[in-house]
């Protein structure tokens, strides 16, 4: 709910246009109408030459660092992966011979147990769990296809010896084989070995390979994975969730909810599998793999995410590298990484991090103000795929400004994580995003770009993403799957129409192969065991507490902002005074980034909305803020007198001439016509909706909604977008020619002088 001003400056002087307007104020009228085409021209020509410095630093490594350009976008070909018959009966003999005549089960329209997993090492086959439905009573052979299941599906259009292009590979394991096994099959992954799968909070295991005509269920066991948490071993161990192998095979990161004061939290952690033929101790008393050497992967007794400084007791620090593995969500290919869900590095922005487990050094993956969750990192590191709302504008309206740090974030990131989904409906689509990950115009790369969006096409937007995409071993593809919506996401009370599922049989999920065509494969690797212990985690006791979250206590403070300013927080305790209640800023010409300053307050406390205003301010840098208003926020904007008149009168006509620079600015930067999937497409696309967003009213300072493109910019905007685009796309030679044309198409603008 925060609001940004587009705003530029050099070094020296401010070419923001309402700055040349204040510092105007005294001025007379005329003097102010013979300046402010040169002064807009000033601005709109450091805009273009802004940018396209912005270019040319993206075409080589900045100085002082070691960050390339972002990578051009790569061809990307999907398939979809087969999956069993779909049968629309779900009881029992519903799954008739007609709709699938090997006998080999069928599975249901709606979702309600299903997900793709990972390649095997041959990189043809990928796990899958499914689950069947309409099975025949036994003792019909048929019978053993009933319920979740765990299956693997081809990937290269072959088929089993059955003629299926799928096998069931927990179907019918004898009951004694599977004593003590847990009933969750979900995020199912790979071993190397290509004889055990993990599967929820299980190890699947065959005596032979599993893709082999011999893998059949006599020959596969089930064992539980136990974690034990008392000291007298006794009990079925400690809940686990959320389960990620890593690459050396060996240990096993997962997370475990918390409830402490009342609040509902998560840790994750990180342990060795150890296998137990014949336990003596706990539940269940069965062949199992326990879980040994166990670290908790936060440490309260380390740096935190916000701390009070040791030499002033009222000041505030925010530490990025501070490591709070808030979710576990995987592991680096290489096995050097986990990767996580943290504690925020802007205000209400959710981004997956990757601590090193040695060095405890943290990377930030992903900077998009919009949601991210499910993710796998590439077998050589250097790549991130995220299932993410980015193309959505879900969470623009509470994070779409930058360099807000995350302070209020103390007390609402369980509510800022909450509003990405609408009930059982994800808005995540994948993205494909390099080692250093989103930097300036570069947001990744979206996987399923291609189509016309129209229904069951790869771009479809009724089919959201889902969790976990996953990389195969040699680098070229990746699995993932999606869902359809459906009702109440749609229809009914709803306004959003439900469209039918175009799938075989209407069901409403699919699974999907992204295959990058002009990579070459990697070279198999093989990732040594890594250290039982993690330095900068906490070796789990049994029988031990949990930690609490380590903040500030309750009182006033200061945080200065990394360029200049300063805020004032004030933390106050909830009621019980167990927690930080309430978190309220006051900012001070506060700037963090170099290109946000933040003037007014914010406050929090979980369920009231914040207030803040930002505040267009000369900064040292030559980048553009471009981030959708948030509209419960206020903008103060400092104009008054004949100034604020002679605003107030031409404001609509400055507002829609400044757009149209701002998009001629961006698609100045492009030589050819950009694909859809590219960064500079997105934020296009952005742009041409920008008549929904709000811009501040100079005599009520209160942000109001706009009126739609004035018809002069609009036959501007379609004679250079429409008629002429080829003409276009130039470089900067004929950019400064294309402002000479537009400086002219400012001067017929008829701006009104005061009377």
Same mark, same amino acid.
Request: include cysteine.
């Given at each position: 709910?925060?609001?940004?001003?587009?705003?530029?400056?050099?070094?020296?002087?401010?070419?923001?246009?309402?700055?040349?307007?204040?510092?105007?104020?005294?001025?007379?009228?005329?003097?102010?109408?013979?300046?402010?085409?040169?002064?807009?021209?000033?601005?709109?020509?450091?805009?273009?030459?802004?940018?396209?410095?912005?270019?040319?630093? +993206?075409?080589?490594?900045?100085?002082?660092?070691?960050? *390339?350009?972002? *990578?051009?976008?790569?061809?990307?070909?999907?398939?979809?992966?087969?999956?069993?018959?779909?049968?629309?009966?779900?009881?029992?003999?519903?799954?008739?011979?007609?709709?699938?005549?090997?006998?080999?089960?069928?599975?249901?329209?709606?979702?309600?147990?299903?997900?793709?997993?990972?390649?095997?090492?041959?990189?043809?086959?990928?796990?899958?769990?499914?689950?069947?439905?309409?099975?025949?009573?036994?003792?019909?052979?048929?019978?053993?296809?009933?319920?979740?299941?765990?299956?693997?599906?081809?990937?290269?259009?072959?088929?089993?010896?059955?003629?299926?292009?799928?096998?069931?590979?927990?179907?019918?394991?004898?009951?004694?084989?599977?004593?003590?096994?847990?009933?969750?099959?979900?995020? *199912?992954?790979?071993?190397?070995?290509?004889?055990?799968?993990?599967?929820?909070?299980?190890?699947v295991e065959c005596t032979s390979d599993l893709i082999d005509d011999s893998c059949t269920p006599d020959q596969v066991h089930i064992y539980p994975i136990r974690w034990n948490t008392t000291t007298n071993t006794t009990g079925p161990g400690g809940n686990i969730r959320e389960l990620r192998l890593h690459p050396d095979n060996v240990h096993l990161g997962f997370n475990s909810f918390t409830i402490l004061n009342g609040k509902m939290g998560q840790y994750g952690y990180i342990g060795r599998l150890q296998f137990d033929p014949f336990p003596t101790w706990g539940t269940p008393l069965s062949p199992r793999y326990d879980l040994v050497s166990v670290y908790r992967l936060f440490d309260p007794e380390a740096l935190q995410p916000v701390t009070v400084d040791r030499d002033n007791s009222s000041l505030l620090h925010i530490n990025p590298q501070s490591v709070m593995v808030g979710e576990l969500r995987g592991f680096?290919?290489?096995?050097?990484?986990?990767?996580?869900?943290?504690? *925020?590095?802007?205000?209400?922005?959710?981004?997956?991090?990757?601590?090193?487990?040695?060095?405890?050094?943290?990377?930030?993956?992903?900077?998009?103000?919009e949601?991210?969750?499910?993710?796998?990192?590439?077998?050589?590191?250097?790549?991130?795929?995220?299932?993410?709302?980015?193309?959505?504008?879900?969470?623009?309206?509470?994070?779409?400004?930058?360099?807000?740090?995350?302070?209020?974030?103390?007390?609402?990131? +369980?509510?800022?994580?909450?509003?990405?989904?609408?009930?059982?409906?994800?808005?995540f689509q994948p993205y494909l995003i390099d080692y250093y990950g989103d930097r300036g115009a570069y947001f990744g790369q979206k996987i399923n770009a291609a189509g016309d969006g129209s229904p069951g096409t790869i771009n479809d937007p009724e089919w959201n993403g889902m969790a976990d995409p996953k990389w195969s071993l040699d680098g070229t593809r990746i699995v993932y799957w999606q869902s359809h919506t459906v009702p109440p996401s749609c229809g009914g009370i709803n306004s959003l129409v439900c469209y039918n599922s175009t799938e075989p049989g209407g069901r409403n999920y699919r699974m999907m192969l992204a295959h990058l065509t002009s990579r070459p494969p990697l070279k198999p690797q093989v990732v040594e065991p890594i250290s039982d212990v993690v330095p900068w985690g906490v070796k789990y006791e049994p029988g031990s507490s949990t930690p609490v979250l380590v903040y500030p206590l309750a009182g006033n403070y200061v945080l200065l902002g990394k360029h200049f300013g300063w805020a004032n927080v004030t933390l106050v305790n909830n009621d019980a005074g167990t927690m930080i209640g309430t978190v309220s800023v006051v900012y001070h010409d506060f700037c963090d980034d170099g290109l946000n300053v933040l003037t007014g307050s914010e406050e929090d406390s979980g369920q009231t909305h914040t207030i803040l205003s930002a505040k267009d301010q000369p900064v040292t840098n030559g980048l553009l803020s471009f981030n959708q208003p948030k509209p419960s926020r206020i903008m103060m904007t400092q104009i008054s007198g004949g100034a604020m008149i002679w605003y107030g009168l031409n404001q609509q006509k400055l507002i829609d001439y400044l757009d149209f620079c701002q998009l001629f600015s961006l698609e100045s930067l492009n030589v050819k016509s950009p694909p859809h999937s590219h960064p500079s497409s997105q934020l296009t696309n952005s742009f041409s909706r920008i008549r929904q967003h709000t811009t501040p009213s100079p005599d009520s300072h209160i942000a109001t909604p706009r009126p739609s493109l004035s018809s002069t910019i609009l036959k501007a905007l379609i004679d250079r977008f429409v008629k002429d685009s080829l003409k276009f796309y130039d470089r900067e030679e004929n950019v400064i020619t294309r402002l000479d044309e537009m400086e002219q198409q400012l001067q017929i603008m008829n701006l009104s002088d005061p009377r």
């Amino acid at each position: 709910m925060r609001v940004s001003i587009r705003r530029l400056s050099e070094e020296s002087s401010s070419f923001s246009f309402l700055s040349v307007v204040v510092s105007s104020r005294r001025r007379t009228v005329a003097q102010l109408r013979s300046s402010h085409s040169s002064a807009i021209m000033l601005l709109l020509k450091f805009i273009v030459m802004a940018l396209f410095a912005v270019e040319a630093s +993206s075409r080589c490594v900045a100085n002082g660092t070691d960050i *390339p350009p972002p *990578p051009e976008p790569e061809p990307i070909t999907i398939t979809e992966l087969p999956l069993p018959p779909v049968t629309s009966n779900d009881a029992e003999g519903g799954c008739t011979f007609d709709i699938n005549s090997h006998g080999t089960g069928c599975i249901g329209q709606a979702l309600t147990t299903f997900q793709s997993g990972a390649f095997l090492p041959d990189g043809l086959h990928v796990t899958v769990t499914v689950n069947f439905t309409g099975a025949p009573a036994g003792p019909d052979p048929a019978s053993i296809f009933t319920g979740v299941q765990l299956i693997l599906v081809k990937t290269d259009g072959s088929t089993f010896c059955n003629g299926d292009t799928w096998k069931c590979i927990t179907c019918g394991v004898p009951v004694e084989n599977a004593i003590g096994r847990s009933l969750t099959m979900d995020y *199912p992954q790979t071993f190397l070995d290509g004889k055990r799968l993990l599967a929820g909070t299980n190890i699947v295991e065959c005596t032979s390979d599993l893709i082999d005509d011999s893998c059949t269920p006599d020959q596969v066991h089930i064992y539980p994975i136990r974690w034990n948490t008392t000291t007298n071993t006794t009990g079925p161990g400690g809940n686990i969730r959320e389960l990620r192998l890593h690459p050396d095979n060996v240990h096993l990161g997962f997370n475990s909810f918390t409830i402490l004061n009342g609040k509902m939290g998560q840790y994750g952690y990180i342990g060795r599998l150890q296998f137990d033929p014949f336990p003596t101790w706990g539940t269940p008393l069965s062949p199992r793999y326990d879980l040994v050497s166990v670290y908790r992967l936060f440490d309260p007794e380390a740096l935190q995410p916000v701390t009070v400084d040791r030499d002033n007791s009222s000041l505030l620090h925010i530490n990025p590298q501070s490591v709070m593995v808030g979710e576990l969500r995987g592991f680096s290919g290489t096995g050097r990484e986990v990767s996580y869900i943290g504690f *925020p590095a802007e205000s209400s922005n959710i981004d997956v991090f990757a601590a090193d487990l040695t060095t405890g050094k943290v990377r930030r993956l992903t900077s998009h103000p919009e949601y991210v969750d499910p993710m796998d990192i590439s077998p050589d590191d250097q790549w991130t795929v995220v299932m993410d709302t980015r193309s959505s504008g879900r969470q623009m309206f509470m994070a779409g400004m930058r360099g807000v740090p995350p302070l209020t974030d103390i007390v609402s990131s +369980s509510a800022t994580s909450s509003t990405r989904n609408n009930g059982a409906r994800r808005f995540f689509q994948p993205y494909l995003i390099d080692y250093y990950g989103d930097r300036g115009a570069y947001f990744g790369q979206k996987i399923n770009a291609a189509g016309d969006g129209s229904p069951g096409t790869i771009n479809d937007p009724e089919w959201n993403g889902m969790a976990d995409p996953k990389w195969s071993l040699d680098g070229t593809r990746i699995v993932y799957w999606q869902s359809h919506t459906v009702p109440p996401s749609c229809g009914g009370i709803n306004s959003l129409v439900c469209y039918n599922s175009t799938e075989p049989g209407g069901r409403n999920y699919r699974m999907m192969l992204a295959h990058l065509t002009s990579r070459p494969p990697l070279k198999p690797q093989v990732v040594e065991p890594i250290s039982d212990v993690v330095p900068w985690g906490v070796k789990y006791e049994p029988g031990s507490s949990t930690p609490v979250l380590v903040y500030p206590l309750a009182g006033n403070y200061v945080l200065l902002g990394k360029h200049f300013g300063w805020a004032n927080v004030t933390l106050v305790n909830n009621d019980a005074g167990t927690m930080i209640g309430t978190v309220s800023v006051v900012y001070h010409d506060f700037c963090d980034d170099g290109l946000n300053v933040l003037t007014g307050s914010e406050e929090d406390s979980g369920q009231t909305h914040t207030i803040l205003s930002a505040k267009d301010q000369p900064v040292t840098n030559g980048l553009l803020s471009f981030n959708q208003p948030k509209p419960s926020r206020i903008m103060m904007t400092q104009i008054s007198g004949g100034a604020m008149i002679w605003y107030g009168l031409n404001q609509q006509k400055l507002i829609d001439y400044l757009d149209f620079c701002q998009l001629f600015s961006l698609e100045s930067l492009n030589v050819k016509s950009p694909p859809h999937s590219h960064p500079s497409s997105q934020l296009t696309n952005s742009f041409s909706r920008i008549r929904q967003h709000t811009t501040p009213s100079p005599d009520s300072h209160i942000a109001t909604p706009r009126p739609s493109l004035s018809s002069t910019i609009l036959k501007a905007l379609i004679d250079r977008f429409v008629k002429d685009s080829l003409k276009f796309y130039d470089r900067e030679e004929n950019v400064i020619t294309r402002l000479d044309e537009m400086e002219q198409q400012l001067q017929i603008m008829n701006l009104s002088d005061p009377r």
